[in-house]
């Protein structure tokens, strides 16, 4: 046996015991512990800051961007902002042990649905090591032991955090082995991790697309996987026109890094000649660059910003650019605009601007997206925003989560029968 | 490419095309068509007999076993109570575009979480052909396409069924390929069709271990797995003797074939000396061959049923008989019970026969089984009695879908964000 195969187990082995032991934790206690994170998180800040200079003049020396080093930054002020968060995680409801359905039975059993920790979570993230409190936190209060693997940039900073959580979880004697940090940066223990489903419930792996196809095809357990997000804004023929442009530059410009920021502008013809020409301004200003049909090349006439636009590509339509590059295209009906989202999106988040009910209705109905927006940003699909408190991650997929996660998502459930001696005949 | 291969391509994408259809189909036209399919089986009553008698020829030559045999035949009263469970069916209420929960943020957006199908489900099963019409049934209730592979030995039966869901298809208007049989018993396209997991939404494999494990380690999109149901019934201290033995003969006997029959007996010590004899006799008299314990042996005495007994071994706890065999042990506390249970148990079903409220709640929280029965039958675990209505399957996985898998099982959920021109600041 190899050693970073006995680590492994060791690791799932102890994550597995520790989510028994948890499982029947009430909320009280848990939320105890939240707050001597927040606490330590204020009292350790000092530490925790020297802990990461040493990741960040590694990422120096390694040639790392200033936006990664922005991202591995923590700063007293940034150290704050997570000891807040904590605190909101424990003005959370307790998703353990919420009764989710329940009946009383033709023969008098009482049934009802409950909902359980789903038993131990291994989050794989990268950069950013504010990641790890927060994942922590959700896991953790919604009765899951977790096993934290980030990135290697961000090693010494995890563990100083993961100090502070062992230090806490010790203090409320809750198990100690609730949060483990898999400290070397070996890669092959995140395979042999990744390969133990009998007790690791489940994978979440937070990063660039690559790890998380390498996750995908390597885990033996269930996935909650996050892919891209190719968003859309479809302007319909009877969109307000000022609406049109804010939720446009909204969902293009405001974080146009992040999954939720639109990649594609549609715009119903009836709509475009009066709206389009002015956006594509507003747009180029913030300095969007535009990849536009032919239709809209030729609405734009002779406004000199034309020389600056390129011709959209249907691989333009099929990327999630993550910059400040929007593709537009004049389409006939919201028919078609229907039609693009299937064909190009990624059922991420799709929205659309109209003043039209039967419009309004049909995009709903049509788009199967995680979110679909009416007259509002697509940055708004977010944990926090859609009012589940706080996420752990947004879910691409359709099967058991969908859309932002909280607390609920990282759930399963039992079914407690409770009779009087019925027996079934 | 092969015949398989593109035969099972077209299936998948014929099936992908037909979800996209019926997604927005009301419950209106969807009732209207199981209504379709009763009519329908009732009409062709003599046809479908005619076809199964071939299945029961061919496997009269092949030997089946007069158990099987009776599995895989259809009488005209089956086929009637065959058309009895699709209206009640009729009668569910449609899952999708059920509102799972809303709220108005501080912002005015409305947020909705509502129901969606799954998409595209890929059932395999084994013998008794009436689930074919069950299946088709629950999948398509719930929004769903369905690609349904029978077992070879029912081939004429399936076909039969598989016209009568194609012809009320046509008659309603909805999609022809929303039901489709694999019709040839090649065992590759089994193969092809678990790695398509980006057309085929979800397996549910149905049927013995060995194609349980071979569809879970070959699928590349979820499945709903069921594999065993090592079930206890334990008799607490303070258990009624009574309710205690028809809970016991009931668990074990009612159908000692299925995953919620009980497979152990753990007995307190406290009240083993008065129930324990008895219950043996009891059990004996039905025919149950009891695997015990050294104190449960020793408490028979010179009773003359004892020297029938055998001495139960650590791999009887661990095993799913299926059959009229009950293996017994007789523990000291509350606490062994519920640690034979997990280190034994399967986490289908287990039931506590108690009159003490302590116990009561100590094993509803520490036994995380999918169904946790309190003074009843483990038999109970079962869709129809929960109130599910039907169920497509049991899952013993925690990920998605526990227990049984009714019509909600089958679906996934969206959000709706509504605003009147929201914007992220």
């Not at 800040?45 to 802990?51: E, K």
């Not at 038993?119 to 993230?125: K, L, Q, R, S």
Request: hydrophobic letters at 40%; aromatic letters at 4%; proline letters at 4%.
């Amino acid at each position: 046996m190899t050693d970073s195969l006995s680590y492994s187990q060791h690791l799932a082995q102890n994550a597995r015991a520790a989510a028994s032991e948890l499982a029947p934790v009430a909320a009280g206690r848990k939320n105890a512990w939240l707050q001597r994170i927040a606490h330590a998180l204020r009292e350790d800040s000092a530490t925790i800051v020297a802990a990461n200079a040493k990741d960040l003049a590694a990422g120096v020396q390694a040639g790392l961007s200033s936006a990664m080093l922005d991202r591995l930054q923590l700063t007293p002020d940034r150290i704050e902002s997570l000891a807040k968060a904590v605190e909101h995680i424990v003005a959370l409801p307790d998703p353990v042990g919420e009764v989710i359905e329940g009946q009383r039975r033709p023969n008098g059993l009482f049934v009802t649905r409950v909902r359980v920790p789903l038993g131990v979570v291994f989050f794989i993230y990268e950069s950013r090591p504010n990641v790890t409190i927060d994942a922590a936190a959700l896991c953790v209060k919604s009765g899951n032991a977790v096993i934290l693997r980030g990135g290697s940039e961000a090693i010494h900073s995890n563990k100083a955090l993961q100090a502070v959580l062992k230090k806490t979880l010790g203090a409320e004697g809750l198990p100690q082995h609730a949060v483990q940090l898999v400290e070397s940066t070996d890669r092959d223990i995140v395979g042999h991790l990744l390969s133990m489903g009998n007790l690791i419930d489940v994978t979440i792996p937070r990063g660039g697309k690559s790890l998380i196809e390498r996750v995908a095809r390597e885990a033996t357990m269930p996935v909650i996987k996050h892919f891209e997000g190719i968003c859309h804004v479809y302007v319909d023929a009877t969109a307000d026109e000022q609406m049109a442009i804010d939720i446009t530059i909204n969902s293009k410009c405001h974080r146009p890094g992040v999954c939720n920021a639109a990649e594609t502008l549609l715009i119903h013809r009836d709509a475009a000649p009066v709206i389009w020409p002015r956006l594509a301004k507003e747009l180029q200003s913030r300095g969007v660059e535009l990849r536009c049909c032919p239709t809209s090349l030729v609405l734009m006439g002779s406004d000199p910003i034309k020389s600056t636009c390129k011709a959209a590509t249907e691989e333009d339509y099929a990327t999630e650019h993550l910059d400040l590059i929007l593709s537009v295209r004049i389409v006939d009906s919201i028919e078609q605009a229907i039609e693009h989202i299937r064909n190009f999106g990624s059922a991420h988040t799709d929205a659309i601007v109209t003043n039209c009910v039967a419009s309004s209705m049909k995009f709903e109905a049509e788009v199967d997206s995680a979110a679909v927006v009416i007259n509002a940003s697509t940055r708004f699909n977010d944990g926090g925003e859609l009012g589940m408190g706080a996420e752990i991650g947004i879910s691409t997929d359709r099967f058991h989560a969908r859309g932002p996660c909280g607390l609920r998502e990282l759930t399963s459930y039992k079914f407690i029968v409770r009779g009087e001696g019925q027996i079934r005949t």
